[in-house]
Nanobody
Framework: QVQLVESGGGLVQAGGSLRLSCAAS????????MAWFRQAPGKEREFVAA??????????SYAYSVSGRFTISRDDAKNTLYLQMKTLNAEDTSVYSC??????????????????WGRGTQVTVSS
């Protein structure tokens, strides 16, 4: 089992940047596939980005709406997942949550594939 705690959210002007962190408990963080999702008020949860478990090669996947602006990464020595966000716009305003799954998911972008979730951190982009 793993516990996840997000941080790094806040208020930023359009065009600005933020880096979110997701701290994981336990000694087996490297075994988990990780992802970021977001949910705005009145909207469904939306996939943002995912990264495979560590190994000989690490794969990443991004939603079209954030591709080229957001970067997902992980530091297994620190048990931490990151989401670097650049060129933010008002549509990025949301609660961002990290998620984990011990086995590779069938579909990176499906929230139901992930077993563990953090509580989220609010990102607000002012226009």
């Amino acid at each position: 089992q793993v516990q996840l705690v997000e941080s790094g959210g806040g208020l930023v002007q359009a065009g600005g940047s933020l880096r979110l962190s997701c701290a994981a408990s336990g000694r087996t963080f490297w075994r988990y596939a990780m992802a970021w999702f977001r949910q705005a008020p009145g909207k469904e949860r939306e996939f943002v980005a995912a990264i495979s478990r560590s190994g000989t090669s690490t794969s990443t996947s991004y939603a079209y709406s954030v591709s080229g602006r957001f970067t997902i990464s992980r530091d297994d020595a620190k048990n931490t997942l990151y989401l670097q966000m650049k060129t933010l716009n008002a549509e990025d305003t949301s609660v961002y949550s990290c998620a984990a799954r011990a086995d590779p998911p069938q579909d990176w972008a499906t929230a139901g594939e992930y077993n563990y979730w953090g509580r989220g951190t609010q990102v607000t982009v002012s226009s």
